[in-house]
């Protein structure tokens, strides 16, 4: 069964610092997005990716996030400089339509020092 | 703004009952719903969904109700098994305002299955 994965499944970095994480969607899906969950607290939709841009960000999504499709296969979320408040889990997911059936990966646990 | 809420943060039920997870939404323009399970360390785990132009919609040994009058969403497990033991989540998402696929998560549910 097809799925979506993630890499890695844990980062540790220091504050400042910036950190790439990856994601390779369910091959034939034509949208992608990126959440996130703070320990104890609600998923969290930060940005929707479709034909290589942006469709939606959320107000979590500032100017030190950034995401893109480098090839035919990945998906990245790039964090310039890391704050504290960036520790989380990150999800990515895809779906096929939009919003339709979005497929979640592992999530990477990104822990800022 | 909109939130999802959920009535009941922890469920614990026996071992072959069945399970009813509830769901509370406050926008009446969410047109799209879906129910998550979150087991511990993994992603959310898509179960089912159900587009505003339904009431009811069935899986397998789950089936989702949508009451649109009272805004009200809710999961229904048949059997309950211990591997059904998980954080279960409903989202929404509105066309509204030409929202491109913002699902919208509640706190979530934990459901404990007792052998």
Redesign the interface.
């Known amino acids: 069964e097809p799925e ?1 994965t ?1 890499t890695p499944s844990h980062q540790v970095t220091q504050m400042g610092q910036e950190v790439i994480l990856r994601c390779v969607p369910i091959s034939n899906h034509l ?1 992608f ?1 990126w ?1 996130r969950q703070i320990l104890g ?5 930060l940005v ?1 990716f ?1 034909n290589n841009e942006i ?2 960000k ?1 107000e979590i999504f500032d100017d030190q996030f950034s995401v893109e499709r480098p090839d035919g296969s990945n998906f990245t979320l790039k964090i310039r400089s890391t704050k504290l408040e960036d520790s989380a889990m990150y ?1 990515c997911a895809s ?1 096929l339509q ?10 990477t646990r990104l822990t800022v020092t | 703004g909109e939130s999802v809420g959920l009535h009941l943060p922890t469920l614990s039920v026996q071992e072959g009952d069945n399970s009813i997870i509830n769901c509370a939404y406050s926008n009446s323009a969410s047109d799209y719903f879906i129910w998550y399970k979150q087991e511990s360390g993994k992603g959310p785990q898509f179960i089912i969904d159900i587009r505003s132009n339904m009431d009811k919609r069935q899986g397998q040994r789950v089936t989702v109700l949508l009451n649109k009058t009272v805004k009200h969403l809710s999961l229904q497990i048949a059997a309950t098994q211990p591997g059904d033991s998980a954080v279960y989540f409903c989202a929404e998402n509105t066309a509204y305002g030409g929202s491109q696929g913002n699902l919208i998560f509640g706190k979530g549910t934990k459901l404990s299955v007792k052998p």
């Open positions: 979506v993630q949208y997005y959440y607290q609600k998923v969290e939709f929707s479709y469709s939606e959320s999800f779906s939009l919003p339709y059936e979005q497929y979640f990966g592992p999530g």
